[in-house]
């Protein structure tokens, strides 16, 4: 069976522990395929008020996250091994690499990630230079700390491990799996308020749905996100055009796919 472990190193580990009663991760935790231990950084200050923070040298606002807790914290988790690639050390911060599905998915091979979370100004470089393999970021905006971001990746790994899902299907249909958004879901009743679901997702023909939500989510990613698409070679436009110019036009609206790709040299 596969499993994964993260240890989260963290000033707040009540965030962490609070997030992680969420019914999916609990689950996982409770069966044995997900593993969280999250370790307090206060216990490893070496001051008599238990300080783990001080003013930046040269100047500059804000504290930063002293080396010697942090690097105490990490080594009574962590037999340092810098740059084995089954153990990664990671370091939260808005200068990291940015998180996505792919990374998720790939990391979920790991055996074990230890996820650091900063505070404040964020931590000294000794820090980084002498423990960490990698630095993400879960966005271009600055967060108060990197305990959001270690649920972020905890939860986006954890949804490829086998068993994390209930149903293990879902995360291959879920939005970014293939690149592509979801296309749009609808459930019961077929009819609503005006909008009737689209007659080939009730056909019961399995090629057909398949095809037209494989269509319908290239369309919703040209939409909502076109930068998605701009790399990607083995999209067949001249058949896209055909099946979106085919589509009627309350079905358009309701799919929020209006004037897409109306103009013919698209
Ligand atoms: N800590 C502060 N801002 C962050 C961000 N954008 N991503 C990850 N960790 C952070």
Not at 52 to 73: E, R
Not at 122 to 140: L, N
Not at 159 to 181: M, N, Y
Request: glycine share 8%; hydrophobic share 40%.
């Amino acid at each position: 069976m596969k499993k994964i472990k993260f240890q989260v190193v963290t000033l707040f580990p009540e965030l962490i522990q609070s997030y992680l009663k969420d019914a999916l991760l609990s689950k996982a935790i409770t069966s044995g395929v997900l593993c969280v231990d999250v370790t307090d950084l206060r216990p490893f200050s070496d001051t008599k008020y238990k300080s783990v923070d001080d003013t930046v040298f040269g100047g500059g606002d804000g504290m930063l996250f002293k080396y010697k807790p942090l690097a105490s914290a990490l080594n009574s988790v962590h037999i340092f091994k810098k740059g084995n690639s089954d153990k990664k050390v990671v370091y939260l911060s808005p200068q990291g690499k940015p998180w996505n599905s792919s990374l998720a998915k790939e990391w979920s091979k790991s055996e074990e990630i230890i996820l650091v979370c900063g505070r404040y100004a964020g931590v000294d470089q000794r820090f980084i230079h002498h423990f960490v393999d990698e630095e993400v970021s879960i966005g271009d905006y600055v967060l108060s700390g990197g305990e959001l971001g270690a649920l972020v990746m905890i939860e986006s790994i954890s949804r490829f491990i086998p068993g994390v899902l209930g149903d293990q299907a879902s995360a291959a249909i879920d939005s970014f799996e293939d690149g592509l958004l979801e296309a749009p879901q609808f459930t019961k009743p077929q009819s609503e308020d005006g909008f009737t679901v689209p007659a080939v997702l009730v056909s019961g023909n399995h090629q057909k749905i398949s095809e037209w939500q494989k269509k319908c989510a290239i369309l919703t990613t040209l939409k909502k996100r076109p930068d998605l698409l701009a790399r990607r070679k083995d999209i067949n436009w001249p058949e896209l055009q055909d099946f979106y110019k085919k589509m009627n036009p309350e079905e358009k609206t309701l799919l929020g796919l209006d004037g897409l790709l109306d103009t013919e040299n698209k």
